[in-house]
């Protein structure tokens, strides 16, 4: 069975830090790319960051720039979200997706997903 499970979610400070982990069971990651998305109640759902295959290319949303980053480990079969400087409004639920690319350099992407995880949540408060 192919899926992906998201970890690393809690409770936290404003200010604090989570690592959110992402891994992947079934199938390797190797051949896909490797996004981050949250929603929180009531919002749609957002892309956060995403990761090409090599790791060489990422990308993020602007609200959390310089706060976030996204790493991935194929050999542990594994993506990161290490979340620094946390805000009340980055609470939600994290979900990581993976969509399958042929290039290894091919940048990555927030649609055409082609596995999702169940979650994680992530609540910032005081």
């Known amino acids: 069975q192919l899926h992906l499970v998201e970890s690393g979610g809690g409770l936290v400070q404003p200010g604090g830090s989570l690592r959110l982990s992402c891994a992947a069971s079934?199938?390797?990651?190797?051949?896909?790319?490797i996004s981050w998305f949250r929603q929180a109640p009531g919002k749609e759902r957002e892309g956060v960051s995403c990761?090409?295959?090599?790791?060489?290319?990422?990308n993020y949303a602007d609200s959390v720039k310089g706060r976030f980053t996204i790493s991935r480990d194929n050999a542990k079969n594994t993506v990161y979200l290490q979340m620094n400087s946390l805000k009340p409004e980055d609470t939600a639920v994290y979900y990581c997706?993976?969509?399958?690319?042929?290039?290894?350099?091919?940048?990555?992407?927030?649609?055409?997903?082609?596995?999702w995880g169940k979650g994680t949540l992530v609540t910032v408060s005081s």
């Open positions: 997706a993976a969509t399958w690319v042929s290039g290894s350099s091919s940048r990555c992407r927030y649609s055409g997903m082609n596995y």
């Open positions: 079934g199938f390797t990651l190797d051949y896909y790319t």
């Open positions: 990761i090409s295959r090599s790791g060489g290319s990422t």
